[in-house]
């Protein structure tokens, strides 16, 4: 599953891999994570058609628990085998900001030193010089309940908030052109 959206959106929205659910309709986050992060991005006035969400691995990571078939993590070498399709991605899309979320897809642009509970909600300069931020993962929401849950809530709002504050910026070359001030003189 290579991934969807508007070709042309401001955000690219990067999570780990295909879950079943993703597996089965062929499309990104359309399972439970799916409609959280649907959410998360509503919050912010994102509709999910107006970014392009897709994920570092193309095909979805298993393993078989003896009963059936599991999610897991992709690994280093899986992600290394699609960055080439992601690369291709952010080449076509050059969103102006790259979600990525939880810190297999963090990891994946920012190195295995990266700490998705000490890093995230920070500006990084990721792939292409396109500013790149990190959030929890929905999937990891969703295994929450209670104060942990409220906690972690609390910040990804705060991370979204990031975004949204940057999106709403200026870009640099109007700040440029307003800073001119040939531009306003006779
Ligand atoms: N989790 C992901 O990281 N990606 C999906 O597409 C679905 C769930």
Same mark, same amino acid.
């Given at each position: ?5 508007? !070709?042309?959106? &401001?955000? @690219?929205?990067?999570?780990?891999g295909p879950?079943e ?5 062929g499309? #990104? ?6 409609a959280?992060l ?5 919050a ?5 058609e107006?970014?392009?969400?897709c994920n570092?691995?193309k095909?979805?990571?298993?393993f078989?628990?003896g ?6 993590? !992709?690994?280093? &070498?899986? @992600? ?14 050059q #969103?102006?900001?790259i979600?990525?979320l939880g810190?297999p ?5 920012l190195?295995p030193?990266f700490s998705i ?8 300069e990721?792939?292409?010089g ?9 999937a ?8 942990e ?11 979204l908030?990031?975004?949204?504050a940057r999106l709403d ?6 700040v440029?052109e307003?800073?001119q001030?040939?531009l306003?003189?006779p």
């Amino acid at each position: 599953m290579y991934g969807e959206g508007d !070709p042309c959106a &401001a955000v @690219m929205v990067i999570g780990e891999g295909p879950g079943e659910t993703e597996d089965e309709l062929g499309r #990104p986050f359309v399972g439970r994570a799916g409609a959280l992060l649907d959410r998360m991005l509503l919050a912010i006035g994102l509709p999910r058609e107006d970014v392009y969400i897709c994920n570092t691995v193309k095909c979805r990571p298993t393993f078989d628990d003896g009963v059936r078939l599991r999610n897991r993590a !992709p690994a280093p &070498a899986e @992600m290394l085998n699609c960055r080439g399709y992601l690369d291709e991605q952010i080449a076509i899309v050059q #969103p102006r900001a790259i979600l990525c979320l939880g810190a297999p897809s963090a990891k994946s642009f920012l190195g295995p030193t990266f700490s998705i509970t000490r890093q995230r909600g920070q500006w990084f300069e990721g792939p292409n010089g396109i500013p790149l931020i990190a959030t929890f993962h929905p999937a990891y929401l969703l295994r929450m309940t209670g104060g942990e849950l409220n906690a972690a809530k609390r910040l990804v709002w705060g991370d979204l908030q990031a975004l949204r504050a940057r999106l709403d910026a200026p870009p640099p070359e109007t700040v440029a052109e307003i800073s001119q001030p040939s531009l306003f003189e006779p």
